[in-house]
């Protein structure tokens, strides 16, 4: 590591599944679930839920990018989350599961908007990822953070999460720690 890291914010869905997969990846230095693009100041998770807020589950990554690139990132995003479904992923439905970037900076953004491009040839249906600027994050409560870790048979973890953790071991391997 060089010592110096940035950060990105993804939304697709369930965080716990991004969380999953993302504490994996070489390069990722930390990972948090959380909620962010929203009206209300620290919300719950109960208050998301409602779909009311605004808020979409995300993930906070802290990367080096020295050994992994934004780009890279953005590229594992788009292959374990579909990127073509308004506010859901799979039986999760609402706004709050909507597939989002949250880019930090100019730079960031030019890079998820050549990543959506490339992305929309691999998809069969329009990519409707949201692009937005950085908004106040706020981390979910304890116990949803590292949650597959923590309850790996529990049934959304095991059917719904594990799958996409075992599809960016075989895909990505190469950036699997």
């Known amino acids: 590591m060089n010592g110096q890291t940035e950060i990105a914010v993804l939304g697709g869905g369930c965080f716990w599944c991004l969380e999953a997969v993302y504490l994996e990846v070489r390069g990722i230095t930390r990972v948090a679930s959380g909620y962010t693009g929203g009206s209300v100041p620290h919300p719950t998770y109960e208050q998301i839920c409602t779909g009311q807020t605004g808020h979409a589950e995300v993930v906070w990554l802290e990367f080096d990018p020295a050994v992994i690139s934004y780009h890279d990132i953005l590229e594992i995003f788009f292959t374990i989350h579909d990127p073509t479904t308004l506010n859901r992923q799979g039986n999760d439905v609402g706004t709050q599961y909507r597939s989002v970037i949250y880019y930090q900076s100019p730079e960031q953004e030019k890079v998820a908007r050549k990543v959506i491009a ?11 990822t949201q692009l937005a600027p950085a908004q106040p994050y706020y981390q979910a409560e304890a116990y949803h953070q590292q949650y597959v870790a923590q309850h790996p048979l529990q049934g959304y973890c095991a059917c719904v999460v594990a799958p996409k953790v075992e599809k960016l071991r075989v895909m990505y391997a190469h950036r699997v720690k």
């Open 118 to 128: 490339a992305m929309a040839s691999v998809w069969d249906a329009p990519i409707v």
